[in-house]
């Protein structure tokens, strides 16, 4: 069975902050997808980032970067410098090669609220 | 760009109704998902279909049903509503091939409320 652990409920930055949201999953499965979704209080999932399970390189876009570490089953969403708009709930996603219609595990959600 | 859409975004409807969601893409996708979302839950799967006329249940299937007559269409059903199926429902597609395999994309949501 998989298994995506969010364990920040919330957290609260002020702008301008640095901050990292955990994510650790569990899979028997050699060969899987970890994804990022944002969810903004208008309610619609975004999605953000897609990697699969060969690839560990550290990825960067803009203020946003992922950390990848296999051997410790984590994949961790860094915000550099944070804006007000940042302001969501983010959930970490796990997807595996025998999973039927390709479906989704859901870690609980992070909600980030980032003050002026 | 990947394109879901929702028949509403709000829905207001009285106990034992039977009550439609409806859920378009535009991308030719061969999987939809229907999703309910409720605060301290996450997102849990009600069903979801990889092809036309075919179905498959999810987490929590029970009270509901759905119909996929179309490729790019998929219908969640709430044969009676009740009071604890008030929640957010979302659709995702995805598709099987090979450039973009697993990942999600989700609509915007319809917030129904059941009185």
């Known amino acids: 069975a998989q298994k995506v652990t969010q364990a920040q409920t919330e957290i609260s930055v002020v702008e301008k902050e640095d901050v990292t949201l955990d994510c650790v999953y569990e899979?028997?499965?050699?060969?899987?997808?970890l994804f990022w979704y944002k969810q903004p209080p208008s309610g619609e999932l975004v999605f953000l980032i897609r990697r699969n399970s060969f690839d560990e390189q550290n990825e960067i876009s803009g203020r946003y970067s992922w950390n990848f570490q296999k051997s410790t089953s984590s994949f961790n969403f860094t915000i550099t410098a944070s804006q007000v708009v940042d302001s969501a709930v983010y959930f970490c996603?796990?997807?595996?090669?025998?999973?039927?219609?390709?479906?989704?595990?859901f870690g609980g959600g992070t909600r980030l609220m980032v003050k002026p | 760009d990947v394109k879901v859409t929702q028949s509403s975004r709000y829905l207001v409807k009285r106990t034992g109704e039977k009550v439609f969601l409806e859920c378009v893409q535009d991308m030719d996708h061969e999987n939809m998902f229907w999703y309910r979302q409720d605060p301290g839950l996450g997102l849990r799967l009600i069903y979801f279909s990889y092809d036309v006329k075919m179905k498959e249940k999810g987490d929590i299937p029970e009270g509901y049903s759905v119909s996929r007559e179309k490729k790019e269409r998929f219908s969640l059903i709430l044969e009676s509503a009740s009071t604890n199926q008030t929640s957010m429902y979302l659709c995702a597609s995805s598709s099987s091939g090979d450039r973009d395999t697993d990942t999600q994309y989700f609509g915007p949501g319809t917030r129904l409320t059941v009185l």
């Open positions: 996603a796990l997807s595996g090669i025998n999973n039927a219609g390709n479906m989704l595990t």
């Open positions: 899979t028997r499965d050699t060969t899987y997808y």
